[in-house]
């Protein structure tokens, strides 16, 4: 390989990078070039590409981006393979750097090369000993099964230094991704056998899709991407219409999308540092089912509430359990999870009968240990030892067993660390990053759901264009359960319709671009008399007229339905990663809870249940202060039929939301009573 811009400068990019190809033992020639230099770090410098003995296979350009286009040709012509650049001033640098990035892609691309960066700190990749890397230094560690893709080169060198022996074998750095991406690097490790997890730290995903690709794919194969994503807050979102606009934020459609595509994510670096460590060490649990055992009633207590925060379910002991531990727990204490190990003080066989009780359980997939064994050797370091030796002497059978530190100073316990690494047990470090990366541990036991036929297509144009009542028929015929709805065109229309349908009614003035009725005034409801009816009428088409004029503008009747728990449902569209179903509590609530649960769609009945279940609807579903129990089979039908109906509407629609469906107590269905499309951006005419 050849450097181009190799220095003897202290702290320049040039001298880092030969410095780490030397110290890494790269087994090719090494050309520095330099016409300033005869000899650098013992190697002879050579005035230019051209000037070299031979056609390297790689180049490293380690000078100002401005003076790459000439290093970059002289290459092409050579026939180099690939380049890596540091440089900056590209897309990172505004319109003029995201210009000049266009020119070097061309380029590169003429030439047929790849290209590494710019503005990244090149890879380490310690299998082959090649380390083209701007790092001040290397990791001691050996290769093993974790590697790194990065689009920080601060995040990637904090990880590199590998305190936590993980063995990263690659860590990659991708800079501004001009020519290769994430999802490229990604693959190309996940090919490896020789690879088991992958850290990904992101700031954004260029291509979603392919990345779910490459997830799943090696999530088939028992490999894994555990992704640190940056950007929690939702200011890069412009306020949309409909209220779901407001309950589905970037990060939320993320989240959704990691979870569909087997995608761990970790809080932060350290969860995403143990999750690795994890991951390396033990296949997800076969079962969903986590139980904590502590030596502390107090630390019990704040596992409970750091595994609630970090969205690791402890399970429920089965009264057959708790009747099985409550020989070998404090008599004053009802066996629970977490679990105190210690209310009788300490017992090596005790211990032992309560791993062999919890084990003997079906539904707990994995047990965890916490543990005061620090590094320093104080603390309960004799007590965790003998936990170590029990779990490492018990068969386990397919029950996982992870043993972790509540703090993170100083990190685990060596001597403790290897009589578990001797066992295949991972001993975490501190209590948040560990049960940050069970979490994720214990989801990745749920297999992929299989890909559901494509929904009927529907007629996109036709159903924008409609009068709201057209839209309500639609969508019942899709399988939503929605009021009927008449359109009246005038007072007389209107007092014939509410004594045909029976009183009272509500009368509502629609049209497509009129989204929030009740805050223009363009809905009467409770209308029980013709006189009410008929009044109702000739003051919404007066609104309706100062409001809208265009078409599909109308006058719609529907029967009051009956009283019941009011959710918002909705499919909104979201660029690169599909259709996002969003459930969530509805009518008035849905502005001052902002609350939902969002899944990337289409979703089943059975997946509609499991968000109705992780969301306060579901804690109202079954009954709360006497009002319910509510119509769930009901509800989520609807929602799966919504989700089905907008992905066959196609990308003409950007969001279809019922708010409220008024979801009737259990038995009596329910009833969808409002609705409001947006078209995209670039639908005709828009």
């Known amino acids: 390989m050849a450097l181009v811009g190799a220095s003897e400068r202290p702290h320049s990019a040039g001298l880092r990078v030969l410095g780490n ?100 700190s090149g890879f380490i990749n310690l299998w ?3 380390c083209p890397s701007t790092f001040y230094d290397l990791p001691v560690t050996g290769p093993g099964p974790v590697c790194v893709v990065s689009q ?50 992101i700031e954004t995903l260029r291509n ?7 997830a799943r794919n090696a999530a088939c194969r028992g490999k894994r991407i555990i992704v640190t994503k940056v950007g929690r807050s939702e200011g890069g979102r412009s306020a949309a219409a409909a209220h779901s606009g407001a309950l589905v934020g970037d990060d939320a459609v993320y989240d959704a999308f ?16 143990e999750a690795a460590k994890l991951f390396s060490h033990h296949a997800p649990p076969l079962r969903p089912g986590t139980v904590v055992v502590t030596m502390s009633g107090g630390e019990a207590g704040l596992i409970a509430d750091v595994a609630a925060e970090v969205s690791l379910p402890l399970m429920s002991l089965s009264a057959e359990r708790i009747t099985a531990l409550k020989p070998d727990v404090s008599p004053y204490l009802v066996p629970r999870n977490p679990l105190d190990s210690m209310g009788l003080s300490w017992d090596k066989e005790r211990f032992a009968r309560i791993i062999r009780t919890l084990r003997a359980d079906p539904e707990i997939g994995a047990i965890a240990i916490a543990s005061d064994a620090s ?35 100083g990190g685990p316990n060596r001597d403790i660390d290897a009589v578990l690494g001797r066992a295949g047990i991972p001993f975490l470090c501190g209590m948040r ?7 994720g541990w214990s989801k990745a036991c749920v297999a992929f759901e299989d890909s559901a036929p494509a929904p009927a297509r529907a007629d996109a144009a036709r159903f924008l264009d409609a009068d709201e009542a057209e839209r309500f028929a639609a969508l019942s015929a899709a399988g939503v359960p929605m009021a009927m709805s008449l359109k009246v065109t005038d ?10 349908i029976g009183r009272p009614v509500a009368l509502k003035a629609t049209a497509p671009d009129l989204l929030h009725k009740s805050e223009l005034g363009l809905l009467r409801l409770n209308l029980s008399t013709p006189a009410a009816v008929a009044g109702a009428f000739e003051d919404l088409s007066a609104g309706l007229a100062r409001h809208s004029a265009g078409p599909g503008a109308a006058v719609i009747m529907q029967p009051m339905a009956p009283a019941g728990l009011e959710l918002i449902i909705a499919v909104r569209k979201e660029p690169g990663f599909g259709n996002i179903v969003v459930v969530g509590l509805g009518g008035v609530f849905v502005e001052l809870l902002r609350e939902s649960a969002i899944r990337i769609g289409p979703v089943t009945t059975a997946q509609a249940k499991a968000m109705l279940a992780s969301s306060r609807a579901g804690q109202l579903m079954d009954g709360f202060r006497g009002e319910g129990p509510y119509d769930i089979d009901a509800a989520a039908g609807a929602i799966a039929a919504l989700s089905d109906f907008a992905e066959g509407l196609g990308p003409q629609v950007s969001a279809v939301e019922i708010n409220p469906l008024i979801v009737h107590r259990r038995g009596d269905g329910a009833t969808g009573v409002d609705v409001a499309v947006e078209r995209s951006a670039h639908s005709a005419g828009h």
């Open 208 to 214: 979603p899709q392919r990345f779910a690709a490459i």
């Open 491 to 500: 007072a007389g229309a209107a007092v014939a319709a509410a004594a045909r």
């Open 375 to 409: 590094g320093a050797g104080v603390g309960d370091q004799l007590m965790v030892n003998d936990m170590a030796h029990v779990c490492a002497a018990e068969n386990m059978g397919d029950t996982r067993v992870v043993f972790f530190t509540n703090t993170a100073g």
């Open 128 to 130: 082959d000993r090649f």
């Open 258 to 273: 990691f979870e569909r595509n087997g995608i761990v994510r970790a809080p932060d670096l350290d969860a995403m540092i």
């Open 21 to 120: 190809i030397i110290a890494g033992r790269f087994g090719g020639a090494i050309y520095p070039v330099n016409p300033r230099y005869e000899t650098i770090l013992g190697l002879p410098c050579h005035p230019s590409l051209s000037s070299l003995p031979e056609v390297p296979d790689t180049v490293f350009v380690a000078i100002p981006g401005e003076q790459i286009s000439g290093i970059v040709d002289e290459a092409g012509r050579l026939g180099v393979g690939a380049i890596m650049t540091n440089a900056s001033g590209f897309s990172d640098a505004g319109p003029e750097g995201e210009k000049r990035q266009e020119e070097l892609v061309g380029r590169i691309r003429r030439h047929g090369m790849v290209l590494c960066g710019p503005n990244n």
């Open 433 to 439: 990053a560990s049960l940050a990366a069970m979490g």
């Open 152 to 201: 920080s080169g601060s995040v990637s060198a904090a990880l590199s230094q590998d305190d936590r022996g993980l063995g990263i074998g690659y860590n990659i750095t991708v800079g501004t991704e001009a020519a290769l991406d994430v999802c490229d690097y990604a693959e190309f490790v996940l090919a490896e056998e020789r690879v088991r997890v992958v850290m990904c730290f």
